[in-house]
């Protein structure tokens, strides 16, 4: 599938933020390389590059959590994508909704939010 | 003024995600030094770092499309943050109000919006 020019960054890659289409809700930021890009599109659901594992990432595949793509935004610089998907539960590792359940107060993190799974039954 | 334990990657920065705080939009990502976080934790103004200029940059500078500080969230690994803002006017240096303002629709990048400003009204 053809893909507009969009500028990765030396490692292939670009950051991709994903936001709940209809609550707004910011859920986490992932990166994607030119395959996760072409993969998402085609498929529908969505897939980012594990720079830990360094393997393409299809979210969900362990944890059931999975993302489904509503629309994809390109930025001014095309060098970030902005996600709208249906996120299904937790998009967090830590059963949180979203990875952005601390807020920086005085200096230090407080938990606005509790999980909505624990983490072992995600991920056994 | 001090700050919880960050990940910056190996130029010091961290990817920081602009979202009003009322309407949930996202409007930019850019990156932020430590500088930058203490800064804006102190200010109230929000400043990144420009990896163009290599130069800490008070958004709003030239343009006058200030952003203030709402809350200042970060993400379950502590490498990204989520700002919650109030934009003054347009983020983007396009005049647009998000520099997300183009979907990929089949390939390539469809406007979704019209420019807030005329740039050369904001930048002379």
Chains 1, 2 share one sequence.
């Not at 933020?17 to 030119?34: C, F, K, P, S, Y």
Request: aromatic share 6%.
């Amino acid at each position: 599938m053809a893909v507009m020019d969009l500028t990765f960054n030396e490692q292939g890659l670009i950051p991709a933020i994903a936001q709940q289409h209809d609550t707004g809700e910011v859920l986490m930021l992932a990166w994607m390389n030119r395959e996760a890009i072409n993969e998402t599109l085609r498929t529908g659901r969505v897939a980012y590059f594990s720079r830990s594992r360094q393997t393409l990432w299809r979210k969900g595949e362990t944890s059931g959590q999975t993302q489904t793509l509503v629309d994809m935004r390109v930025d001014c610089d095309a060098d970030t994508l902005l996600l709208l998907v249906d996120q299904h539960g937790a998009a967090c590792h830590t059963g949180q909704r979203t990875c952005f359940y601390r807020a920086l107060r005085n200096g230090e993190p407080h938990d606005l939010t509790t999980p909505l799974a624990n983490p072992a039954d995600l991920y056994g």
